[in-house]
């Protein structure tokens, strides 16, 4: 079996897990996931921070995103004619729905991404080597081959695997919190 088909594979067996998880325990987990990531050295020293408005199947950031545009510059990532931008998050109200039907700032595009100290990613699934799996568009590695910040990964403990297959240009995580 090739690297693609083990990771479609993969990618529908987390699909499932994360959807057979209730309510309640998706709430349970984000709370304890997003205070690790409150407590985590490099984000409490951040003045810059890239986060993601995160869609159904992956942990709430909604909450977050705005309680913490109060204390720090926050930065979202917006697709635009098949690749990743960033913009600046300023309030939900100046967010449209973009690619993806994902909200999206409508701010202008922020040009040095070099300038933002810390990344927090999503995946579908990441390994105990720190390693990422996304959805398969490669958005993300693009985007993280450029910068040298700290990457802090977020999931549900069930996105936890102990082998991704992975390839070279994928970009590891500095951190996973589950």
Same mark, same amino acid.
């Given at each position: 079996?090739?690297?693609?088909?083990?990771? *479609?594979?993969?990618?529908?067996?987390?699909?499932?897990?994360?959807?057979?998880?209730?309510?309640?325990?998706?709430?349970?987990?984000? *709370?304890?996931?997003?205070?690790?990531?409150?407590?985590?050295?490099?984000?409490?020293?951040? *003045?810059?921070?890239?986060?993601?408005?995160?869609?159904?199947?992956?942990?709430?950031?909604?909450?977050?995103?705005?309680?913490?545009?109060?204390?720090?510059?926050?930065?979202?990532?917006?697709?635009? /004619?098949?690749?990743?931008?960033?913009?600046?998050?300023?309030?939900?109200? /100046?967010?449209?729905? @973009?690619?993806?039907?994902?909200?999206?700032?409508?701010?202008?595009?922020?040009?040095?991404?070099?300038?933002?100290?810390?990344?927090?990613?999503?995946?579908?699934?990441? /390994?105990?080597?720190?390693?990422?799996?996304?959805? @398969? *568009?490669?958005?993300?590695?693009?985007?993280?081959?450029?910068?040298?910040?700290?990457?802090?990964?977020?999931?549900?403990?069930?996105?936890?695997?102990?082998?991704?297959?992975?390839?070279?240009?994928?970009?590891?995580?500095?951190?996973?919190?589950?």
């Amino acid at each position: 079996m090739n690297s693609l088909t083990t990771k *479609k594979i993969l990618r529908q067996e987390i699909k499932e897990r994360v959807a057979s998880l209730s309510a309640n325990e998706r709430k349970e987990s984000e *709370k304890r996931i997003l205070e690790q990531l409150e407590n985590n050295l490099f984000f409490r020293q951040a *003045k810059s921070v890239l986060l993601f408005w995160s869609l159904p199947d992956e942990i709430d950031t909604h909450p977050f995103v705005k309680k913490w545009a109060r204390q720090k510059q926050l930065f979202l990532p917006v697709i635009q /004619d098949g690749k990743m931008y960033i913009k600046p998050y300023t309030d939900e109200k /100046d967010m449209a729905e @973009g690619s993806f039907k994902i909200l999206e700032p409508q701010t202008l595009l922020f040009g040095d991404i070099n300038q933002i100290d810390v990344f927090v990613i999503p995946a579908v699934a990441f /390994d105990k080597q720190n390693n990422r799996l996304g959805r @398969g *568009k490669g958005f993300y590695d693009k985007l993280l081959c450029l910068v040298s910040a700290y990457k802090i990964g977020i999931a549900y403990p069930e996105q936890i695997v102990d082998v991704i297959p992975t390839e070279k240009h994928d970009i590891k995580m500095d951190i996973i919190l589950y």
